[in-house]
Each structure stands twice: as structure tokens, then as C-alpha cells.
């Protein structure tokens, strides 16, 4: 069975600092896609970015990016000049590419410090 | 423009009572999942439907139960609620496989007492 594991419960980070949150899967298949998400205090789930296995080129979008290690099968989320708001709890997620069910780690709460 | 909408956001139950709660998605969907979130456990995938008329059980399907009548909505169904179900609960959907993306509502907080 595919996992996804989140080693970190909990990080901080200073405002306009830079942090990575990690994110590591088990899996035996070659065709998948990997999520982070974004959980605010408001409990709304906000897609933050997807990465498809078979591109080697890593997802960015604005300040977010991932650094995705196919064979390591690491998935890890970078976030550049933090800001207040990006405060929230990050879920990882894993979807197979021939399966209908989305698989996510146990989070990893971000702190932003002022 | 709704999206996932889920009826209702918060409940409070008795053990052994029953109720339902409703997911409805207007973006035509075709799969739909429920999910509940408990501290320190992430979300765990209780059931999963690929399209009107089917469902799949997920990682945590004992003591639920659910339906897909209609494509457009997803229901969970608790028959007799227990303290260990006091969770929040939510309801997502995506379009299809290739389109993967999960799109989910604001969440239901369920307290069984």
C-alpha cells in the first residue's frame, strides 16, 4: 500500500525567510502525482501545488516551489520570503496515476514568526 | 461559483443516534471522497465514489456508510455514532483521473458525546 510520511509535525520560520517541508512516499509505480496542500485556520483545503512524476522539471508557482527526487522518492515544498499569512497546516498527498483514491501524510504545521 | 458544499458545518450527536451528511459538487465531477481529520492523523479516506451509482470503501470505512444516487452528490452516513467518530469530516472531488486535482469543502465538525 502506498504511504506518504511527513517527519515534521511542526516548523517555524521567520517572516521573509526561507523554509522546506518534507514529504516522502512509498511506492512501486512508475505513473503518479504528488499535491501539497494548504490547510489555514479557516479549514478550507487549498491546492498549493501538483507535480507529475513523469515531468523531471520541479512545479513552481510564485513563491512555492518543490524539489521532487523521484528516486529517493522525496517530495519536499519550498516556500521563498514567507509571509504571515502562509501560516497553516501543509498536507502532502500521493494519487496513483491508474488509481481513483488520494493518499496524504499526517501534516506538518508551519509557524510564521514576525 | 459553490463548488463543494457540505450540509452540515458543525453537529453535535448523541452515541448510538444516526445522521447523514451531504456533500454536493456543480463542477460535474465524476469521483467524490470523504475524508475525516482527527489531530496528529492527517485525512484519512473513509469512502470514495468513481461515478454515480458506485462506491469503494478506503482506509477507515468501518461504522460509515454511503451513497451516490446522484452524481452531483455524496452522502455519509453515520447508523449508530460513537465518541471515536467526533472528527471533522470532509468531502472532496476531482474530475476525472487525469484532471487530478481534489477540490474540498469547508468541513463538518462532528462531536459525538
Known amino acids: 500500500a502506498q504511504t506518504v510520511t511527513q517527519s515534521q509535525p511542526e516548523m517555524s520560520v521567520q517572516e521573509a525567510e526561507t523554509v522546506t517541508l518534507s514529504c516522502t512516499y512509498d511506492?512501486?509505480?512508475?505513473?503518479?502525482?504528488l499535491f501539497w496542500y494548504k490547510q489555514p485556520p479557516s479549514r478550507q483545503m487549498i491546492l498549493v501545488i501538483r507535480q507529475e512524476a513523469y515531468k523531471q522539471q520541479n512545479a513552481t508557482e510564485n513563491r512555492f516551489s518543490v524539489n521532487f527526487q523521484k528516486a529517493a522518492k522525496s517530495f519536499s515544498l519550498k516556500i521563498s520570503d514567507s509571509q504571515l499569512g502562509d501560516a497553516a497546516m501543509y498536507f502532502c498527498a500521493y494519487r496513483r496515476g491508474r488509481d481513483d483514491k488520494i493518499i496524504f501524510g499526517k501534516g506538518t504545521r508551519l509557524h510564521i514568526l514576525p | 461559483n459553490a463548488g463543494v458544499t457540505q450540509t452540515p458545518k458543525f453537529r453535535v450527536l448523541k452515541t448510538g443516534q444516526s445522521m447523514t451528511l451531504l456533500c454536493a459538487q456543480d463542477?460535474?465531477?465524476?469521483?467524490m471522497y470523504w475524508y475525516r481529520q482527527d489531530p496528529g492523523m492527517g485525512l484519512r479516506l473513509i469512502h470514495y465514489s468513481v461515478g454515480e451509482g458506485t462506491t469503494a470503501k478506503g482506509e477507515v470505512p468501518d461504522g460509515y456508510n454511503v451513497s451516490r444516487l446522484k452524481k452531483q452528490n455524496f452522502l455519509l452516513g453515520l447508523e449508530s455514532a460513537a465518541p471515536s467518530q467526533t472528527s471533522v469530516y470532509f468531502c472532496?472531488?476531482?474530475?476525472?483521473?487525469?484532471?487530478?486535482?481534489?477540490?474540498f469543502g469547508q468541513g463538518t465538525r462532528l462531536t459525538v458525546v
Open positions: 463542477m460535474n465531477h465524476e469521483y
Open positions: 511506492t512501486s509505480e512508475s505513473d503518479y502525482y
Open positions: 472532496a472531488s476531482s474530475r476525472d483521473r487525469v484532471n487530478t486535482e481534489a477540490f
